[in-house]
């Protein structure tokens, strides 16, 4: 401590003169303290020099063990150097006995396969020369995936010429399959018992084969059924329109007569179906031949009853095969024309004009055309595939039609009384609610025939018939007295008015 502290200590131990007494003692205990605080400074100063000497051992000892361990861990790193050389060594004559024995089960199995497939196409040849189809259907599945084996060794010499025996033994019974088939229809079938079973053992054969020759042989089939379908109906009795119901009865006939037979094929090929497809294609091409070919116009009714069976017929054929009767939006809707009175005309035109444009795939287009092979339901439509050639040839309906509704019009005109009944409700003249009633059945009329062009032109021809009637209309009104339009509005509405 510093001096003043120092004094400040001894005051505060002795305030007092009395107590002084006390210095003796404290004397005597700082003493004590000094001589036991030299004593602990001597021990540790002895102990230090002691601890100087071990600690030098104890460094020498630890220098000694890390240069030990030190030459422990280069030693150990050169072993493992040679460790690793060595297993380098053994693992390069594994890899190559790894490889050679990969190499030789590759060539084992390569051996085998090909073995089994030189038995297999050898057995395929005889099954094929013998026409055992239902064998031979087995023994092509497992040629195609043995050959699929050997794709990678097309240019070998041996595989080559396999492949190519395989190809011709595959042409061979395309042949037979082909010639068997030749047979069906004819007769023989009643004859020989075993034929539809053989017939139907073939049919696996051609699906074992490429898609395209089942595709040649439903063709193939299709066409020749239809074959006596036009010797017949292009003959000059029955190349005619009013024999156009006969056609879709020779075809309902010939699938229900044939329906046991043609069960020989798989559902999956839908022959009846494809069978329909090209009915309907030979027949519109004759019915337009016959429509060209006309000296004369057509007679009215014996067109618009060809015209019906035909909608008919391909109703019966969408219902079949998918797609539902075809749905009378127009002519159903007519019914709620009346309903629609809260609605503008530009409503009505826009929604009727969507229906219109939506009733546009009812004809068959090209892209139709090329759907031979798709599925029933798949998106063929059989709506118009026939119908619509007469389409071009309906305007001998318009006219009737028109004539028709003139002479209505005349008539509803020269017996309308022009008369109200005094204090009535109704103010309503006869003869318009007659002509709307007569322009709506034969607007349902036409929806039930055609929803194209022709309905169009019908519509011109309404309107043609309403301006006809507002101009005899027009015609009726006084010059300017009160008449049958003021008194139904309370006005004295002159033709300037209308």
């Not at 494809?274 to 016959?290: A, D, S, W, Y």
């Not at 969408?318 to 539902?324: L, S």
């Not at 322009?439 to 349902?444: E, T």
């Amino acid at each position: 401590m510093d001096k003043s502290s120092a004094l400040e200590y001894i005051n505060q131990m002795f305030p007092t003169e009395a107590s002084l007494s006390g210095v003796e003692p404290l004397m005597q205990k700082i003493h004590s303290e000094i001589r036991r605080v030299d004593s602990g400074i001597l021990s540790a100063v002895r102990q230090q020099s002691n601890s100087r000497t071990k600690a030098k051992e104890d460094l020498a000892a630890a220098t000694h063990a890390v240069e030990e361990l030190m030459y422990k861990i280069r030693e150990i790193k050169s072993k493992a150097e040679q460790s690793e050389t060595m297993v380098q060594e053994i693992c390069r004559d594994i890899k190559k006995l790894d490889f050679a024995k990969k190499h030789i089960t590759t060539t084992i199995t390569a051996l085998h396969r090909l073995t089994m497939l030189v038995s297999a196409v050898e057995q395929l040849q005889v099954m094929a020369s013998k026409r055992q189809y239902k064998e031979a259907a087995a023994q092509l599945e497992a040629v195609n995936q043995l050959c699929s084996h050997f794709e990678a060794y097309r240019d070998i010499p041996k595989i080559t010429e396999l492949r190519e025996k395989f190809k011709n033994i595959k042409q061979l019974l395309k042949s037979h399959v082909f010639s068997d088939f030749s047979s069906l229809g004819t007769g023989k079938e009643t004859e020989e018992a075993n034929l539809l079973q053989h017939l139907s053992d073939a049919c696996l054969v051609v699906d074992a084969l490429e898609p395209s020759v089942r595709e040649e042989l439903v063709n193939n089939f299709c066409s020749r059924e239809l074959t006596s379908y036009e010797q017949i109906f292009e003959g000059a009795e029955l190349a005619k329109l009013d024999k156009t119901e006969r056609r879709y009865a020779w075809i309902k006939r010939r699938i229900r007569t044939n329906e046991d037979t043609w069960k020989i094929f798989p559902p999956s090929w839908h022959v009846p179906y494809r069978l329909c497809i090209q009915f309907c294609k030979k027949t519109r091409k004759q019915l337009e031949v016959i429509l060209d070919y006309l000296k004369e116009k057509p007679d009215v009714g014996t067109l618009l009853m060809a015209l019906q069976r035909t909608r008919e017929f391909e109703d019966e054929l969408a219902e079949k095969f998918g797609g539902g009767t075809r749905s009378r939006e127009i002519g159903n809707e007519i019914e709620e024309i009346g309903k629609e009175n809260s609605q503008n005309v530009s409503d009505i035109r826009k929604k009727y004009e969507k229906k219109f444009a939506a009733n546009q795939g009812s004809v068959p287009d090209e892209k139709d055309e090329n759907k031979d092979l798709s599925v029933p339901g798949a998106g063929f439509n059989f709506h118009g595939i026939i119908s619509s050639c007469f389409e071009p040839h309906l305007i001998v309906y318009i006219e009737l039609e028109q004539r028709t509704l003139m002479e209505n019009l005349e008539k509803l005109v020269q017996e309308e009384t022009w008369d109200i009944e005094e204090g009535g409700q109704n103010n309503v003249l006869t003869s318009s609610m007659q002509l709307f009633l007569i322009i709506k059945r034969s607007l349902k009329r036409c929806s039930n025939l055609t929803k194209n062009q022709t309905l169009l032109n019908l519509f011109k021809v309404f309107e043609r018939i309403l301006k006809a009637y507002a101009t005899k209309l027009k015609a009726r009104l006084p010059k300017g007295g009160m008449g049958i339009v003021a008194a139904a509005t309370g006005h004295g509405w002159t033709n300037k008015d209308i």
